[in-house]
């Protein structure tokens, strides 16, 4: 392997990576505040990126991308409220068989409004031909955005969770729901937040990928194993982990290609979340007593 082909695959790793480390981000946020897991985080990472297309032929692209994520913001409050918020402490299996649920309906939905048809945003700067020289190897500027917004997403939210008092509310919950809804914190409108928080992300990240890996309706399932798969190596609910543990399986699979054909790139991580389960189910950087799953 040549030293550009090297350069080349740890940029391709980079790049999956911080998106799926942002699709687990998007799990663990609601995961802290509701003990939800929302196998539905992955459409509105398509959501995002389909939203985003069809506005920007009606508006500038800055301002479509806005929108996109402003309504797919909406869309994830609607589904807290509609197929939640009435729930009296429902179990474990029941909850993950409404989010299964939830995303095929989005699916559906999708097909039904967008079609088959693959589709994709504009390169934000330039075009797929203007690459930019890194250590010799080709990196197309479209690949710096989409590390730099998601770099940026996960410091802002570590910020927002460690500074502010609404993100302290949030963190509250996580600890104890009861005890902060005796401390006059609305847990409902938490929750509700923590949804459209996990939506908004996801959104974002779909716009910002769209221009090298395209969308279309049916993205979603595969972005969510992939970011369940994360989510699980960091350690559920552990969302500074998932960056490392994202940014690893992206690099995994990256290089996978030089050895393995790229049909067996999506067995990869289905393979590492089941090893992880059978020998850690705690994840690499959790600790046991994170290992089940919180009570609603």
Not at 136 to 164: D, E, K
Not at 274 to 286: C, D, E, M, Q, W
């Amino acid at each position: 392997m040549t030293p550009e082909l090297f350069v080349q695959y740890i940029f391709a790793g980079l790049t999956y990576g911080i998106i799926y480390a942002i699709v687990a981000i998007g799990f663990n946020i609601i995961y802290n505040t509701t003990g939800i897991i929302n196998f539905a985080q992955g459409e509105f990472v398509m959501l995002g990126g389909m939203l985003a297309v069809s506005l920007s032929k009606l508006f500038p692209l800055p301002l479509a991308i806005v929108l996109a994520v402003l309504i797919t913001m909406a869309v994830g409050a609607l589904i807290e409220m509609v197929f939640i918020r009435w729930l009296d402490r429902p179990s474990v299996l029941r909850m993950i068989i409404i989010t299964i649920g939830i995303s095929i309906l989005s699916r559906e939905a999708a097909l039904h409004i967008w079609g088959e048809s693959v589709r994709s945003l504009p390169y934000f700067v330039g075009n797929e031909v203007s690459a930019v020289a890194i250590l010799g190897a080709r990196v197309s500027p479209q690949v710096l955005w989409v590390m730099g917004v998601c770099t940026v997403m996960v410091v802002a939210l570590s910020l927002f969770f460690r500074h502010t008092l609404t993100g302290q509310k949030m963190q509250a919950c996580s600890a104890n729901r009861r005890a902060a809804t005796l401390c006059g914190i609305n847990a409902r409108n938490m929750v509700t937040l923590s949804f459209m928080l996990s939506a908004g992300i996801g959104a974002l990240a779909g716009c910002v990928m769209s221009p090298i890996t395209y969308t279309s309706y049916d993205v979603g399932p595969d972005l969510a194993i992939k970011g369940f798969t994360v989510a699980i190596m960091g350690g559920l609910g552990n969302s500074m982990a998932a960056v490392a543990a994202g940014l690893l399986l992206g690099l995994i699979e990256a290089f996978s290609i030089s050895v393995l054909p790229l049909a067996f790139k999506d067995a990869i991580a289905i393979g590492i979340l089941l090893l992880i389960l059978f020998v850690r189910p705690h994840g690499l950087f959790g600790k046991k007593e994170a290992a089940g799953l919180k009570e609603f």
